[in-house]
C-alpha cells in the first residue's frame, strides 16, 4: 500500500508538470498563431479540422499500432497466441489500447470545437487542442516506458479533450434553450464526476 502511495503522489506531480506545458502550449499556439485565412464558412471549418485530425492519428495512434507491428515481427510474439511479452511490448499495447480509446473523445471534441469556431482567428483553438492532444499521447507514451507514475505527463490531453467537450456541450444547451441549458450539462457532468469519485473509491472489505 505505501508503494501505490508513493507511486500515486508521483504521479500527481507528473499531471501537475505535464498541464503547466499544456496550458503554456495551448494558449501560446492560440494566441501567437496567425489567423487562418478562408475559414469563415462552416464546411471549409469542417475540412480544416479533418486535416489537423488525420495529423493527430498518424503520429500518435498509427505510430501505437506499428510499435506493436514491428516488435511481433521480430519476436516470439509473432504468434500471439503463444503469450510472448516483453515489457516494452506491454506497454505499447496498453497505449495502443488507450490511445485508440481517447481518439473517439478527442475527435467528438475537435470537430465540435470547430463548429463553435466561427472565424481563421477562433480556428487557432482548434490547432492548439491538436497540437497539445498529439502532444499528450506521445508524452504518456514514453512515460509509461519510464514508469507507471510517469505517463501522467500525457494526462492534461485527456483532460483538455473533455474540458472541450463540456464547452461544446454546454454552447450547444445555450443554443437550445438559454442560460440554463448553458449550465445544465456541466452541472451534469460535475455531478457525474463527483458520483464516479465516491462510488469507485477504496471500500473496507
Given at each position: 500500500?505505501?508503494?501505490?502511495?508513493?507511486?500515486?503522489?508521483?504521479?500527481?506531480?507528473?499531471?501537475?508538470?505535464?498541464?503547466?506545458?499544456?496550458?503554456?502550449?495551448?494558449?501560446?499556439?492560440?494566441?501567437?498563431?496567425?489567423?487562418?485565412?478562408?475559414?469563415?464558412?462552416?464546411?471549409?471549418?469542417?475540412?480544416?479540422?479533418?486535416?489537423?485530425?488525420?495529423?493527430?492519428?498518424?503520429?500518435?495512434?498509427?505510430?501505437?499500432?506499428?510499435?506493436?507491428?514491428?516488435?511481433?515481427?521480430?519476436?516470439?510474439?509473432?504468434?500471439?497466441?503463444?503469450?510472448?511479452?516483453?515489457?516494452?511490448?506491454?506497454?505499447?499495447?496498453?497505449?495502443?489500447?488507450?490511445?485508440?480509446?481517447?481518439?473517439?473523445?478527442?475527435?467528438?471534441?475537435?470537430?465540435?470545437?470547430?463548429?463553435?469556431?466561427?472565424?481563421?482567428?477562433?480556428?487557432?483553438?482548434?490547432?492548439?487542442?491538436?497540437?497539445?492532444?498529439?502532444?499528450?499521447?506521445?508524452?504518456?507514451?514514453?512515460?509509461?516506458?519510464?514508469?507507471?507514475?510517469?505517463?501522467?505527463?500525457?494526462?492534461?490531453?485527456?483532460?483538455?479533450?473533455?474540458?472541450?467537450?463540456?464547452?461544446?456541450?454546454?454552447?450547444?444547451?445555450?443554443d437550445l434553450v438559454g442560460p440554463?441549458?448553458?449550465?445544465?450539462?456541466?452541472?451534469?457532468?460535475?455531478?457525474?464526476?463527483?458520483?464516479?469519485?465516491?462510488?469507485?473509491?477504496?471500500?473496507?472489505?
Amino acid at each position: 500500500m505505501a508503494g501505490f502511495h508513493r507511486q500515486r503522489a508521483a504521479g500527481i506531480g507528473y499531471i501537475a508538470v505535464g498541464a503547466a506545458i499544456a496550458a503554456a502550449v495551448w494558449f501560446g499556439a492560440d494566441r501567437f498563431l496567425p489567423p487562418l485565412a478562408g475559414l469563415d464558412d462552416l464546411g471549409a471549418r469542417m475540412v480544416f479540422t479533418v486535416k489537423c485530425f488525420c495529423a493527430s492519428v498518424l503520429f500518435t495512434l498509427v505510430l501505437g499500432v506499428e510499435a506493436v507491428a514491428h516488435e511481433r515481427l521480430v519476436s516470439p510474439a509473432f504468434d500471439p497466441l503463444e503469450g510472448f511479452e516483453t515489457p516494452r511490448l506491454r506497454v505499447n499495447q496498453r497505449y495502443l489500447q488507450n490511445t485508440l480509446e481517447q481518439t473517439a473523445v478527442f475527435a467528438a471534441a475537435l470537430f465540435g470545437l470547430a463548429a463553435y469556431s466561427p472565424s481563421g482567428a477562433a480556428m487557432r483553438a482548434v490547432v492548439a487542442t491538436a497540437v497539445v492532444w498529439t502532444l499528450g499521447r506521445i508524452a504518456f507514451w514514453l512515460g509509461y516506458h519510464h514508469s507507471a507514475a510517469a505517463r501522467g505527463l500525457g494526462a492534461p490531453g485527456m483532460a483538455l479533450s473533455m474540458i472541450v467537450l463540456v464547452y461544446v456541450a454546454c454552447r450547444f444547451g445555450g443554443d437550445l434553450v438559454g442560460p440554463v441549458g448553458a449550465w445544465t450539462p456541466l452541472v451534469l457532468f460535475l455531478g457525474a464526476e463527483a458520483a464516479l469519485f465516491w462510488f469507485t473509491r477504496p471500500r473496507a472489505a
